[in-house]
């Protein structure tokens, strides 16, 4: 099926890419693992944090046990926001940037990316680390969800209340709105998979596979998987980095691992632990296999959003004082080829 429609923190690129090179070596000392409150050996990749309460994206360093963005906080490497940013102000980022959704790092022709999704509408490829626009849309009021960047260069979008995945012919312009679009209900999670080669989008009650077709300027989608959840409510969708070939689902009521070979949902360690309610999305870093969990905290002015993630093998937690963080994924480009 197809359609067409018509505070930061401030660093210098050196500094920040330094900064990014340490904290990725996995190597830590005692007094490093002491402020990450005991936790182990520190993670070998930083998080990237999706925060309401500012309106902001952050790449933070995993070796310290909480973060503070309001402050010169060394442990708050790099950050984003659409506010204030001339090279999105056409797409009236005081309205679209609301909310931002989704938080992801991926790599496009030797280069890295962030890419976000807001409630409000806006779906952005930057560079990283010179934050420059690859590619932004304002998508509408469907509350886009998720993202992702294609090998060719076009930028895969789910929105939930819209009910639809999009494949932005991105590698058009930076501004490209040509799109090929295919429903599913409650569309909240995107994933480019290179072992499959597919689309993968997940939805209140289905997990899809579409095949990309066409060309990168007039792509085409096609849904050629179609697998019913084992529970309601789907909602973040990631690749299983420690284990090829399976994806994390999350629903309103679980953590599932979804084994794409097989086709079949699989049983996974720490299940009886990681798997619970409300999980904003799930995580696994790939050189450490520690897995990252955010979910919502009671009491949080953000009915859906935490101040506080939590790590699993080895255990842990990890703050951001103030925040209203609603996703938060390892700073890895690894799809799980």
Known sequence: MRARVGRLVRRSPAVVLAVLMTATT??????????????????????????????????????QASWDAGSDDPGVLWSFSADGRRSLEDLRTDVTWTNPSEAKVRELDGRRYLLVTASGGLAAVVGYPDRDVYWAADTGVGNAHSIDLLPD????????????????????????????QVPLAGAHGVHWD?????????????????????????????????????SRGGHD????????????????????????SRREFVSYPLQSRISGPGVKSVGDDPDTG????????????CAWCTTRL????????????????????????DRGR
């Not at 897995?291 to 949080?300: C, F, Q, T, W, Y």
């Open 26 to 63: 996995g190597v830590a000392t005692a007094a490093d693992r002491g402020a990450a409150g005991g936790a182990g050996a520190a993670p070998a990749a930083p998080i990237v944090a999706a925060d309401q309460a500012t309106r902001a994206v952050y790449v933070l360093d995993a070796r």
């Open 153 to 180: 260069g076009n930028v895969a979008v789910a929105a939930s209340t819209g009910g639809y995945v999009r494949l932005y012919a991105a590698s058009l312009g930076s501004r490209a709105t040509e799109h090929a």
């Open 194 to 230: 290179p072992r499959t080669r597919l689309l993968w989008a997940l939805g209140s009650r289905q997990l899809i596979g579409l095949q990309v077709g066409g060309t990168p300027r007039e792509p085409e989608l096609d849904v050629v998987r179609r697998v019913e959840l084992p």
């Open 237 to 260: 969708l990631a690749p299983v980095l420690g284990s090829r070939g399976r994806l994390w689902v999350t629903t309103a009521s679980a953590v599932y691992q979804y084994a794409t």
């Open 290 to 301: 520690q897995v990252l969990v955010a979910r919502p905290e009671p009491g949080n002015p």
């Open 310 to 333: 939590f790590l699993y093998r080895p255990d842990g937690t990890r703050t951001l004082l103030r925040g209203g963080m609603y996703k938060a994924r390892w700073w890895t480009a």
